[in-house]
């Protein structure tokens, strides 16, 4: 009881998503300190996501929801060769802390530690496997079964068809109970054209289709479909 809204609020389906990711590179060298081509790296990331009614000019238009994720990553790399050209090109770990910033009885939050590991085709596709385990919280706990919910694994990747078009598919499960997880798929393509038909930016057209647990930090318990067309001006 203490986790739900005392009111409902007349929030519209049709909203509009901002997403800003940062990372910077904190060290390197740390473990593999005078090999000559390999070296690792350790990273800090910030991802932070804004739910805004925009067209709910009603209860003018605010902003339902703002999910905040800063993690460490360290990332060693590897060069091991798989099956059908595929090579592994890093693995790693990191701790990572997600929360919606907001008070009770919205509040939501969890910190995870998780292991990943990257592979890759050439140019032409890349996989990235992560599992994690959720750090107990002291106190009192906004979101008991969120790991059952939103997952505690992920394989993720993204095929280039050609210079242009690029599409991508992300996966998570719970590990636990077969209808939990969430399904993530995505098309983006490149707009404008450089030499030799080439991209002169990477600012991309980008269609995303969700459908499970976890869109959003405020509903985690609630399974969604959402479709979301918009821009993206940097590819990681």
């Known amino acids: 009881p203490a986790n739900n809204a005392l009111a409902e609020t007349a929030y519209r389906k049709t909203e509009t998503r901002i997403q800003l990711s940062v990372r910077t590179k904190l060290a390197q060298g740390i473990l593999t300190s005078g090999h000559p081509t390999l070296k690792d790296s350790l990273w800090f990331g910030y991802t932070q996501q804004s739910y805004w009614q925009l067209f709910n000019g009603g209860i003018s238009r605010p902003f339902r929801s703002t999910d905040h994720e800063p993690e460490l990553v360290y990332a060693y790399p590897t060069d091991f060769s798989l099956p059908g050209g595929w090579r592994v090109r890093y693995t790693g770990l990191g701790v990572v802390h997600q929360s919606n910033g907001q008070a009770l009885p919205l509040s939501r939050s969890w910190n995870r530690a998780y292991l990943m590991v990257g592979a890759e085709k050439d140019n032409v596709a890349r996989i990235q496997a992560r599992i994690w385990k959720r750090l107990p919280e002291g106190g009192s706990d906004d979101n008991p079964d969120i790991s059952d919910r939103i997952g505690r694994a992920e394989v993720q990747g993204y095929w280039n068809l050609d ?3 690029t599409v991508g598919a992300t996966l998570r499960h719970s590990l636990r ?31 995303q289709l969700f459908s499970g647990y976890g869109d959003s930090l405020m509903d985690y318990n609630r399974r969604r479909t959402v479709l979301s067309v918009g821009l993206s001006l940097v590819d990681w």
């Open 163 to 165: 210079k242009r078009n």
């Open 177 to 207: 109970s077969a209808d939990q997880g969430s399904m993530r798929l995505e098309w983006l393509r490149t707009l404008g054209k450089g030499a030799a038909d080439g991209p002169i930016n990477d600012l991309r057209l980008h269609l």
